[in-house]
């Protein structure tokens, strides 16, 4: 069965940093494009950015420049590097391995809270 298992999460103070991992295990994992996405209370889901096996990344407007992606194809890692953190970064944080609609996975998600 494959997993996605994030961690790092946790209650930071406003322009603070936190750094989410997500470990996959059971995939290929260089043959998957790997996603943040997070999800606000009353909010839908989000993405936040992607990174390709090349290591190619893609933000979401919101976090550019604060947040910073990176992959790690031998230890089957994902990182998700915030920096400059703002309240309104609050939500759970999901990772996601997606290489087409049959093989997309989603991890439990990890809870940040940046408080003002």
């Known amino acids: 069965q494959v997993q996605l298992v994030e961690s790092g999460g946790g209650l930071v103070q406003a322009g603070g940093s936190l750094t989410l991992s997500c470990v996959a295990s059971?995939?290929?994992?260089?043959?998957?494009?790997m996603g943040w996405y997070r999800q606000a209370p009353g909010k839908q889901r989000e993405l936040v950015a992607t990174?390709?096996?090349?290591?190619?990344?893609n933000y979401a407007d919101s976090v550019k420049g604060r947040f910073t992606t990176s992959r790690d194809n031998v230890k089957s890692t994902v990182y998700l590097h915030m920096n400059s953190l703002k309240p309104e970064d609050t939500a759970v944080y999901y990772c996601?391995?997606?290489?087409?609609?049959?093989?997309?996975?989603w991890g439990q998600g990890t809870q940040v809270t940046v408080s003002s």
């Open positions: 990174i390709t096996s090349g290591g190619g990344a």
């Open positions: 059971r995939i290929i994992f260089s043959h998957y494009v």
């Open positions: 996601n391995a997606r290489i087409n609609t049959f093989f997309d996975y």
